[in-house]
């Protein structure tokens, strides 16, 4: 079992900057799973952000390519997600998760995830 705790959530207004943080339990696992951020907003569904797979490579969404970077410590058993020249459009409830396995090419859909934190809320002002 994976257990995910997410940090760093807030409000902010546009421009600004905020770094979330997903500290893993089960170490000696997690280094081996592939690991994401994702997001949900009112009435929308969950949606990828930035994931890392378990050999580094990265994948991110049209939307925060070139604002986000997502990126592993694993020395500290932390992912991160710094989010940079935040936008309104970016207020949701954002998600750390997990998984061993991955079908190819779906890095970044939901329903390859096994592990779930609880959220953390980030909420851009304009």
């Known amino acids: 079992q994976v257990h995910l705790v997410e940090s760093g959530g807030g409000s902010v207004q546009a421009g600004g900057s905020l770094r979330l943080s997903c500290t893993a339990s089960r170490y000696a696992y997690s280094n081996l799973y592939n690991m994401g951020w994702f997001r949900q907003a009112p009435g929308k569904e969950r949606g990828g952000v930035a994931a890392?797979?378990?050999?580094?490579?990265?994948r991110y969404a049209d939307s925060v390519r070139g604002r986000f970077t997502i990126s592993k410590d694993n020395a500290k058993n932390t992912l991160y997600l710094q989010m940079n020249s935040l936008k309104p459009e970016d207020t949701a409830m954002y998600y750390c998760a997990a998984t061993p396995f991955l079908r190819i090419g779906a890095i970044l859909s939901p329903d390859q995830y096994n592990y779930w934190g609880q959220g953390t809320q980030v909420t851009v002002s304009s």
């Open positions: 890392i797979g378990s050999g580094g490579g990265t």
